[in-house]
């Protein structure tokens, strides 16, 4: 299997993107396929999607947007100030607008005491906060939605890593969601390989990035 540091990954996407022209919106669509593959749908119904404001956030409101056209309950927590988010996240935002109400920004106590409660609804989270990008210890909003998802008591699927873990070391940075699944996009991530709890309830899915993309950054960074 081959597997990745955050850096690789990072070039890897970047160079899909910019050099070889690979839509990213292309990306995160079939990244939201792959996450929803892996749910069983005769059994989970009810879900919550909790989603940062970059492209790991647009995977998570692209999940969101295709559970809501399969007419599934789905309930939008989005943390992080949406004027600085991915154009990716954006469309999909102004998508998900037209399918529901329950679209909630997660910001003051109010917000939180209003998610802690409403988590009761739904049996599934999937979670979007972190990407494999994450340099920074998480503090304030960010770490006490990692707690209340953690102590939900439901079934949590991670987009690509769990929220809070680097995606190099494996190390914690601060909070990191306790998931029961990991959907990780087109390659392994070291950080997750290198720490059974995490590799043995990881999934890798194919989403689109040429192998081409993958061979150039690898023969580049090794030389």
Known sequence: MLVVDKNQMIAIDKYAIEQLKIPALC???????AV???INLDI???????AGIGN??????????????????????????????????????????NLTENIYMV???????????????????????FGTGLDRTISGTYAYV??????????IISIDVP??????????????VDCDLIVSMQLMKQGVFERSIYKNKC?????????????????????
């Open 163 to 176: 929220s809070g873990l680097d995606s190099t070391s494996g190390d914690s940075w601060g909070e990191i």
């Open 44 to 50: 989970r119904k009810t879900f919550a999607i909790v």
């Open 146 to 155: 990692i707690s209340l998802i953690n102590s939900s008591l439901k079934y």
């Open 36 to 38: 929803i593959k892996n």
């Open 56 to 97: 790991n956030g647009a995977d998570g409101l692209a999940v969101a947007r295709n559970l809501l056209a399969r007419d599934y309950y789905v309930d939008t927590y989005i943390i992080g100030n949406i004027d600085k988010a991915s154009d990716e996240f954006i469309l999909n935002y102004e998508a998900i607008k």
């Open 107 to 129: 910001d003051t106590i109010a917000d939180l005491e209003f998610m802690e409660e409403n988590l009761s609804n739904v049996t599934t989270i999937i979670e979007g906060i």
């Open 27 to 33: 990306l995160v669509e079939r990244a939201a396929l």
């Open 203 to 223: 999934i890798v899915e194919d989403i689109g990035i040429p192998q081409k993309a993958i061979n150039h950054i690898l023969d580049k960074m090794a030389d």
